[in-house]
């Protein structure tokens, strides 16, 4: 079969975030959004009840997610992605105001900590495929000055992160080091997704 009548499956991300989005439009992949509206918070206290922690609860959201889009996108493959942040043994949630992203950056601040990234491709409620993976960040000791100076300038924008920053902006002057892959930092193991998808048929490889 030639690329021109090739059948492309349609592709589905089940995420409202911008930068899961932007690195696929990046790449050259056509696809539509429907973000999953799951019980987050719920979830992550069962699993944690029950032992769980870290990569696990990232892919049993990712999961949750891309199921739960799946029942409403028939035959499409649905992309569901989630991320934990791990610091000294407290795992970290999105700040849900100002105050509190200020607060987890405090604690942060001169820390190593570790971001765990899940990705998933379901179909018709069938998990085809799953990814997890992980990345060291250290950040540098900043002062309250520049705290204060970093969360007006990035503004809102920290809320929608678990760790109150994004690294393709602003939030890179937090760091001194990281460890890991760029593209599972900013919560989507891309290198790996674009593999499968390429395999399944869903871009021309």
Not at 59 to 68: F, H, I, Q
Not at 75 to 95: N, R, S, T
Not at 113 to 136: N, R
Not at 188 to 193: I, M, S, V
Request: charged share 20%; proline share 3%; hydrophobic share 45%.
């Amino acid at each position: 079969m030639t690329s021109r009548n090739r059948k492309i499956l349609p592709l589905v991300l089940a995420s409202a975030s911008r930068s899961r989005a932007a690195l696929l439009s990046g790449a050259g992949v056509e696809f539509s959004q429907d973000p999953a509206d799951i019980d987050e918070a719920a979830l992550k206290d069962t699993m944690t009840l029950a032992g769980d922690s870290g990569a696990p609860i990232a892919n049993a959201l990712a999961v949750a997610k891309a199921r739960l889009v799946s029942s409403r996108q028939p035959g499409c493959l649905v992309i569901g992605a989630d991320q934990m942040l791990e610091c000294d043994a407290a795992w970290f949630d999105k700040p849900e105001d100002m105050a509190a992203a200020r607060q987890a950056l405090r604690m942060l601040r001169g820390q190593t900590h570790t971001l765990l990234a899940s990705v998933c491709v379901v179909q018709d409620d069938v998990v085809l495929w799953s990814h997890d993976e992980a990345a060291h960040m250290t950040m540098r000791s900043f002062s309250d000055e520049f705290l204060s100076e970093y969360l007006e300038a990035a503004g809102a924008r920290v809320l929608q992160s678990v760790g109150a920053y994004q690294l393709e902006g602003l939030g890179a002057q937090l760091f001194e080091r990281i460890d890991g892959d760029y593209f599972t930092i900013l919560g989507l193991p891309l290198l790996p997704l674009l593999r499968f998808l390429r395999k399944e048929g869903a871009l021309i490889s």
